[in-house]
């Protein structure tokens, strides 16, 4: 079982409040600490602040990020020089985002966004691609631009070989295009609900509040494995979630005075 403490919403946080709150989930036996941005609110940076915060903090980086909101070269050019940044502990999760604001043309169609992803993951995933679809087209050979190659790779690449990623599944077709795509699926709890089946290497993940006990969460994963992010919003809610559940979700089979930490 993993641990993730947030994601953070960027909209009121500062430098030195996110920095407090890693330093305590480190303390807290938490795996990563992840940030989100909101796009719709005029807060984007999200990879910005993750590969900040990595450079006070040794623990694993996350970032939740408004997908189609640009072009998907750009954004996994972010990714890559945020995960170079964060020395290779940059883990993301994709919210495939409706029409935001004046200051942003969303992808309005399903298709749009499935073209969107996928181009993402063909970038990150380090090959020489080229894509003819219906709203991108990867390289754009513009007539300005000639001459330029048939295929194009990602340049910086990465750190990690392969960069963990999870999509928000608000719909079934999201799940499958994650799956497809080799990344996993996330979603937010909801009581009796299960973990999603893992996607390749990566668990399923679900978005619980800073309350989350350990029982509920280990019952959602039944036999398998799972990906908890727990929304605490201070220091003192860490410590106190840390206590709750790393000893519980670790150690499962042991006697609950031994994960008992209070």
Do not use: K
């Amino acid at each position: 079982m993993r641990l993730g403490l947030g994601p953070v919403g960027l909209s009121a946080a500062t430098g030195s409040g996110l920095q407090r709150l890693a330093a305590q989930a480190l303390a807290s036996s938490f795996d990563a600490v992840w940030v989100e941005e909101s796009r719709a609110e005029g807060v984007g940076g999200g990879l910005a602040a993750a590969a900040m915060l990595a450079q006070s903090s040794p623990i694993r980086i996350g970032a939740a990020l408004d997908a189609g909101l640009y072009h998907p070269l750009h954004l996994a050019e972010d990714i890559a020089v945020a995960d170079l940044t964060c020395q290779g502990r940059i883990e993301v999760l994709l919210r495939l985002a409706s029409p935001a604001s004046d200051r942003y043309a969303a992808p309005a169609s399903r298709a749009a966004l499935e073209e969107h992803v996928t181009v993402l993951g063909q970038a990150l995933s380090g090959a020489h691609i080229q894509w003819n679809g219906e709203h991108l087209r990867v390289p754009g050979r513009l007539d300005a631009n000639q001459p330029v190659p048939e295929r194009l790779a990602l340049n910086p690449r990465p750190a990690q070989p392969v960069v963990p990623v999870w999509v928000e599944a608000v719909e079934p077709w999201m799940a499958e295009l994650a799956r497809n795509l080799g990344f996993g699926v996330a979603a937010r709890w909801a009581a009796g609900a299960g973990v999603p089946a893992a996607s390749g290497r990566w668990p399923g993940m679900l978005l619980c509040s800073a309350d989350a006990q350990a029982a509920p969460l280990l019952a959602a994963a039944g036999a398998g494995a799972g990906y908890f992010l727990v929304a605490a919003t201070t220091p003192e809610q860490v410590a106190a979630a840390g206590r709750r559940l790393a000893g519980p979700l670790r150690m499962p089979g042991f006697p609950a005075w031994v994960n008992d930490g209070e």
